[in-house]
């Protein structure tokens, strides 16, 4: 182990790193993050077990952090495993399935060839499938069609097996959903069959409904709540009446669930105290709540810089809702995150900023500055506008402390 803290703690060249052991390398590969973890990756005589060995969360993360495009080498790399974790995290908006985020990943795992489509096969859901192909096809014919050629092939644009009549409902679709198909009757005729007939009789709404019931329970086992309890973080609680509770028993939230590294910021009150905790228990709680940020924006899971934002502004409400209760006491905000829900944390925090919403909505925009300090906090979730900031940006950021919520509080009454 000694060995394996040594090699991690010295930055390595390519050729050192492919001198290590398979293990040295794993750990190795915990120290570094974006391009150069994936070039280390991908570059290596090992590449696929090396990749295989990430957790599903951990893999998405780093083509993530790197970009689709240029992540095309890492993603031949997937296992089954963690293309379907990356299906789950990107082919859905809250409860709305995206065939055109469906088509967009499928034409990636084509470009693996049909071993790559034979093994995902055996991974995905049956319903899934037959969703997709709903949305992208109308099936004819079928087995014990009693219509002569001419009536069975009139209408329809294509037929794999003589048996099914097909007719693409999307052109700009056409030739992946082809490609697939041709490819599936291949690899499992049976299955093709049963979708075919699946796609002429299915009822859609239930289709839905199935496969994001099929998605929760395998997001929940690792570390992702339900969309509805996700969206109960953003309960609104008066942060006059705000009472401790305490009580917090120290279990474990959220198996596994480490989707990105989560930083709260040098020199704030929450970093000092998560220091001063030293709780992996309340680390673990941290991640699902910012899962459960991450679950409750939906669309979030397709940028990085969405991502980092929700996390953001996860770490700024808990270090609001701190400095509140704790008044900068360092051991005393730590007990704070020891004993006390960091979901309850974050409500306050979060209702400290919301007032600021509710102050603008009956403030009036006398210059550009206060326009676009209104707008940000009119927003669906308030944002900080940067213009405030020394540097003096024309953008926006999350809340980070209580002297944001002052210095807005500050401006919006002189307006």
């Known amino acids: 182990m000694a060995e394996n803290n040594q090699v991690a703690a010295v930055k390595l060249s390519e050729r050192d790193f492919q001198a290590l052991t398979f293990q ?18 991908v570059d290596d005589a090992d590449a696929k077990r090396l990749a295989a060995a990430l957790e599903s969360q951990e893999f998405f993360w780093l083509m993530k952090e790197v970009g689709e495009a240029d992540a095309v080498d890492l993603l031949r790399l997937a296992s089954a495993e963690q293309c379907v974790f990356i299906m789950d995290m990107e082919l859905w908006d809250g409860w709305t399935f995206s065939e055109a985020q469906a088509c967009h990943w499928l034409t990636y795992f084509i470009e693996g060839g049909e071993a790559r489509i034979h093994e995902l096969l055996k991974h995905l859901d049956f319903e899934l ?15 014990g069609d009693q219509a002569n ?17 097909i007719t693409f409902k999307n052109p700009e679709h056409s030739q992946l959903i082809g490609s697939f198909l041709s490819m599936l009757i291949k690899l499992d005729n049976p299955l093709y069959t049963a979708l075919m007939e699946g796609v002429k009789g299915d009822v859609d709404l239930e289709l839905e409904e199935q496969c994001q019931r099929f998605r929760t329970g395998r997001l929940q086992d690792l570390g992702f709540p339900p969309l509805d309890e996700a969206l109960s973080i ?9 009472q401790l509770q305490g009580g917090k028993e120290l279990a474990s939230a959220g198996e596994g669930g480490h989707l ?7 020199g704030t009150l929450l970093s000092r105290a998560l220091n001063l905790a030293g709780s992996d228990v309340v680390s673990q709680e ?23 934002s929700v996390m953001h502004r996860v770490c700024g409400y808990l270090n609001i809702a701190l400095e509140k209760l704790a008044s900068g006491d360092d051991r005393k905000a730590a007990k704070l995150l020891v004993d006390e829900e960091l979901k309850r944390l974050f409500q306050l925090g979060y209702s400290i900023v919301l007032q600021l919403k509710f102050a603008a909505r009956d403030t009036g925009t006398v210059d550009y500055a206060s326009g676009k300090l209104l707008a940000g906090l009119k927003a669906k979730r308030p944002r900080f506008y940067r213009g405030l900031d020394a540097d003096g940006i024309d953008g926006y950021r999350e809340f980070r402390d209580l002297e944001d919520v002052r210095r807005v509080a500050d401006l919006l009454s002189s307006l």
Do not use: C, W
């Open 149 to 165: 050629d001419e009536e069975r092939f009139g209408d329809y644009d294509h037929t794999f097996d003589g048996v099914f009549m």
């Open 286 to 308: 941290l991640n699902y709540l910012v899962n459960s940020a991450l679950v409750a924006e939906g669309q979030a899971f397709h940028e990085p810089e969405s991502m980092l």
């Open 129 to 143: 499938l037959q969703l997709l192909l709903s949305r992208e096809i109308v099936v004819g014919g079928g087995i």
């Open 24 to 41: 040295q390398k794993t750990d190795y590969l915990k120290t570094v993050s974006g391009k150069e973890k994936m070039d280390l990756i």
């Open 234 to 242: 953003y309960a609104r609680i008066h942060p006059d009446h705000f």
């Open 260 to 266: 990105m590294p989560v930083n709260a910021g040098d």
